[in-house]
Every structure is written in structure tokens, then in C-alpha cells.
């Protein structure tokens, strides 16, 4: 005999579930991954590989021996989401024990802390990266040589060749002629959309992070989303249109010292945060008017800290910071009750 369950309206059933999210997210990023394993070499697999494990078994022991949480989580995807994306975040040279450090500081602060999914206030992702890039700026600022790209770890590595730091370097010359010698060096705009960079960089060094490598395929992931609805346009156009426009009214005014919004959108960390960071469900506004806004002031914050920060990134920082002002945007776009009456004047 069925039972008889009575509960409030509406009755909706959705096919959406924690599980289906997270790995369809991670499915997202297979094109980035499988780039950056060709791009960066066995030192790319080692350091996702680590990220992963290690941010599993870190929410493995915090729920059995801190928590005395009987559930078991490790299998939503939510831990491995985190670990995958902390990876590529990361350089492909970087020290195994740093790895771990990183997931411990992403999983046991920047998500069991708040009690786990859905209770944390920032990305915990972005929690592991920021604290190792405080913590060891050094390690998370060096780059291997193309020649290097093979072997793990890395011989030897050099420090600021990316094209976020030529461009902050051509701001901040001394002369018009050196800003301009500093805007030669980037790379194209084609080259940065399929990652020719990362092997034919002049030699100063590596593309950056892993998920900076090639930004064709973090769009490939961005597509497959929007097709299968686990995000909205919102968060990641409005953040890239942002700085596009931004960038854009600084270059047309000063073309020496600042580059082509096109080389500044797909440089560094910036299509991987819009996409696959501030997209993140539970540190991001609910309503598209909140995203819009939310999005927007992450663009605007990136290109502060990257022209005058003291990082060439900015994107991290920026997401980080807007996580914290999300309650606010959704006290303050929040949608009308069903029925409400607007108050008199």
C-alpha cells in the first residue's frame, strides 16, 4: 500500500541532482585537462592527480574522524570537482607536499569549516590556491622552460614570464618605447586562444597555470554547459564583457602601455574563473539580475588588481572577494513573493 505524502506547493519534480552537476561539470573541463596534460606533460597529470586524491581523502577524513559524519560524500563529485579545479590553478612544476597543502586548506577551510556543500561562503577551490600563492609565492610564481615541460619535477624554473606579467610590466616602464617592447613579447590573440604559447614562448618560460593554457578549450567546456544547463550565460559573459570593455577604453587611450582586450581576456586565469569559479552554485548570486551584478564587479575588481595590484592575477582575488557580497546581492535582488503585495507609499 502507498503511502499518502502531504507537503506544501508547488509539487515540481527536476532531474537535477548534486551528482549530475559536479561530474557534468568535470566533464566540462576534460577539453582544458586533456591541453593541459599535451601543453605542460606528465607534470600536469601528476599535479591533478595529487590535487584530486588529495582533496578526496581530505573530506573522507574530516567527515569520519572530525565530524563523525556517518554519510558518505566523496562520491557526489563535490571533492574532486574541487581538487580538478584547484589543479589547474596550479603551475604544472609545483611541489607534490604544496599540492596537499593546498587541498587541505580548500576542503578542511574553505568548505568543511561551513559544514560542507552547500554551506560555504567562498569558492574552496580559490580558498587552497590564494593561501599557497600567500603562503609560497615563489613556488606558485615559477614557471618550467618548454624544454622542461616533460619531466617532473622541473629542473629549473623562471619567474614572471607569463603574459599577465609582460603586460603589467609594460604599465608600469619607464619609457613608451620599453611599454611597447613589453606589448611585443605577448603573444597573439590566436596563439593564446589555442595555447601555441605554452611551447614557443621566446623561451622565458611556461604559460602560466594549467588552466591558462588554452582558451578554446575552457570555451568548448563553457559551451557544453550552456548546453546542458548547469549554468546560466550570466556570470560568465557579463564578467568577460566587462573586461572587455574596460580594457578596451584603456587601450584606445593609451594603445603603448595597455594591450588589446582580446590578449587581456584570453591571458592568465581569467576564462577559467568566469567559466568554471564564479559559476560555482553555492558562492554565487541566485537570481540573473544578481549575476549580472555580481559578474560585472568581478570584471571591474580584475582589472584593478591587475594593473595595480601587486599580482599580475586578479581573477582569483576578485571572485574570492564577491563571494563574500553575495548575501547582499541576494537581499537585495531578490524576487517578489508569489501573491505579495507591494507596500503602500
Given at each position: 500500500m502507498s503511502k499518502l505524502i502531504v507537503s506544501l506547493s508547488p509539487h515540481a519534480h527536476g532531474t537535477d541532482s548534486v551528482e549530475k552537476n559536479m561530474y557534468g561539470v568535470i566533464i566540462a573541463l576534460l577539453p582544458a585537462l586533456l591541453a593541459s596534460f599535451w601543453f605542460f606533460g606528465i607534470g600536469s597529470a601528476i599535479v591533478c592527480a595529487t590535487s584530486v586524491l588529495a582533496c578526496v581523502f581530505f573530506e573522507w577524513a574530516i567527515n569520519k574522524f572530525i565530524l563523525n559524519n556517518e554519510r558518505n560524500t566523496i562520491l557526489d563529485g563535490s571533492a574532486a570537482l574541487t581538487g580538478l579545479l584547484l589543479g589547474m590553478n596550479l603551475p604544472s612544476n609545483l611541489p607534490i607536499w604544496i599540492i596537499i597543502i593546498g587541498a587541505l586548506f580548500a576542503i578542511g577551510v574553505g568548505k568543511m569549516t561551513f559544514g560542507g556543500l552547500g554551506q560555504n561562503i567562498f569558492n574552496p577551490a580559490l580558498i587552497g590556491r590564494c593561501v599557497l600563492l600567500v603562503a609560497f609565492p615563489q613556488q606558485m610564481t615559477s614557471w618550467p622552460k618548454a624544454s622542461e615541460l616533460l619531466t617532473y619535477p622541473a629542473t629549473d624554473g623562471m619567474t614572471g614570464a607569463t603574459p599577465l606579467s609582460l603586460m603589467k610590466q609594460a604599465i608600469g616602464a619607464e619609457s613608451p618605447e620599453k611599454a611597447q617592447e613589453f606589448l611585443e613579447k605577448i603573444p597573439t590573440s590566436l596563439d593564446l586562444l589555442l595555447?601555441?604559447?605554452?611551447?614557443?614562448?621566446?623561451?622565458?618560460?611556461?604559460?602560466?597555470?594549467?588552466?591558462?593554457?588554452?582558451?578554446?578549450?575552457?570555451?568548448?567546456?563553457?559551451?557544453?554547459?550552456?548546453?546542458?544547463?548547469?549554468?546560466?550565460?550570466?556570470?560568465?559573459?557579463?564578467?568577460?564583457?566587462?573586461?572587455?570593455?574596460?580594457?578596451?577604453?584603456?587601450?584606445?587611450?593609451?594603445?603603448?602601455?595597455?594591450?588589446?582586450?582580446?590578449?587581456?581576456?584570453?591571458?592568465?586565469?581569467?576564462?577559467?574563473?568566469?567559466?568554471?569559479?564564479?559559476?560555482?552554485?553555492?558562492?554565487?548570486?541566485?537570481?540573473?539580475?544578481?549575476?549580472?551584478?555580481?559578474?560585472?564587479?568581478?570584471?571591474?575588481?580584475?582589472?584593478?588588481?591587475?594593473?595595480?595590484?601587486?599580482?599580475?592575477?586578479?581573477?582569483?582575488?576578485?571572485?574570492?572577494?564577491?563571494?563574500?557580497?553575495?548575501?547582499?546581492?541576494?537581499?537585495?535582488?531578490?524576487?517578489?513573493?508569489?501573491?505579495?503585495?507591494?507596500?503602500?507609499?
Amino acid at each position: 500500500m502507498s503511502k499518502l505524502i502531504v507537503s506544501l506547493s508547488p509539487h515540481a519534480h527536476g532531474t537535477d541532482s548534486v551528482e549530475k552537476n559536479m561530474y557534468g561539470v568535470i566533464i566540462a573541463l576534460l577539453p582544458a585537462l586533456l591541453a593541459s596534460f599535451w601543453f605542460f606533460g606528465i607534470g600536469s597529470a601528476i599535479v591533478c592527480a595529487t590535487s584530486v586524491l588529495a582533496c578526496v581523502f581530505f573530506e573522507w577524513a574530516i567527515n569520519k574522524f572530525i565530524l563523525n559524519n556517518e554519510r558518505n560524500t566523496i562520491l557526489d563529485g563535490s571533492a574532486a570537482l574541487t581538487g580538478l579545479l584547484l589543479g589547474m590553478n596550479l603551475p604544472s612544476n609545483l611541489p607534490i607536499w604544496i599540492i596537499i597543502i593546498g587541498a587541505l586548506f580548500a576542503i578542511g577551510v574553505g568548505k568543511m569549516t561551513f559544514g560542507g556543500l552547500g554551506q560555504n561562503i567562498f569558492n574552496p577551490a580559490l580558498i587552497g590556491r590564494c593561501v599557497l600563492l600567500v603562503a609560497f609565492p615563489q613556488q606558485m610564481t615559477s614557471w618550467p622552460k618548454a624544454s622542461e615541460l616533460l619531466t617532473y619535477p622541473a629542473t629549473d624554473g623562471m619567474t614572471g614570464a607569463t603574459p599577465l606579467s609582460l603586460m603589467k610590466q609594460a604599465i608600469g616602464a619607464e619609457s613608451p618605447e620599453k611599454a611597447q617592447e613589453f606589448l611585443e613579447k605577448i603573444p597573439t590573440s590566436l596563439d593564446l586562444l589555442l595555447g601555441n604559447h605554452a611551447s614557443t614562448f621566446e623561451g622565458l618560460g611556461g604559460a602560466g597555470s594549467l588552466g591558462e593554457v588554452c582558451a578554446l578549450a575552457l570555451i568548448v567546456g563553457l559551451v557544453f554547459m550552456l548546453w546542458r544547463k548547469i549554468i546560466t550565460w550570466h556570470t560568465p559573459v557579463s564578467i568577460i564583457a566587462t573586461v572587455f570593455v574596460v580594457s578596451g577604453i584603456m587601450n584606445l587611450a593609451d594603445p603603448v602601455h595597455y594591450a588589446s582586450p582580446v590578449q587581456v581576456i584570453l591571458s592568465g586565469g581569467l576564462m577559467l574563473g568566469a567559466i568554471f569559479m564564479a559559476t560555482d552554485y553555492v558562492t554565487s548570486p541566485m537570481t540573473h539580475k544578481g549575476q549580472l551584478i555580481y559578474g560585472v564587479c568581478i570584471g571591474l575588481l580584475t582589472i584593478v588588481i591587475r594593473n595595480w595590484g601587486a599580482y599580475p592575477e586578479g581573477m582569483s582575488f576578485a571572485i574570492l572577494i564577491m563571494n563574500a557580497f553575495t548575501p547582499l546581492i541576494n537581499n537585495y535582488v531578490k524576487p517578489k513573493r508569489f501573491g505579495e503585495v507591494p507596500a503602500k507609499q
